[in-house]
């Protein structure tokens, strides 16, 4: 019967150490954490909206995302802000 060695058990550690690392990193890169700061269109100033996110805001600054709201125009300015690539929301 075999002993286990300091021989045979360091590198079978190790190998399982390396491989969790590359495991991790992989993971990173393929799933990246969401944003920190999330850019909202509220419509106007005291609007519906910006009473709505007020709720969510309160709620995801316990998760270290801040919410930036921007005031609009209204619902239609916010769609074309959606729809636009470039908006930034």
Do not use: C
Request: glycine share 6%; no cysteine.
């Amino acid at each position: 019967m075999s002993t286990l060695t300091y021989r045979r058990v360091l590198p079978a550690i190790f190998l399982i150490l390396i491989t969790a690392a590359l495991v991790w990193a992989a993971l990173r890169v393929l799933f990246p954490a969401p944003p920190a700061n999330v850019p909202v269109g509220v419509g106007f100033k005291g609007g519906t909206y910006e009473i709505f996110f007020a709720r969510y805001k309160t709620f995801l600054a316990r998760h270290q995302v801040t919410l930036e709201f921007r005031a609009t125009s209204g619902a239609i300015e916010n769609q074309k802000l959606l729809e636009d690539a470039n908006s930034d929301i």
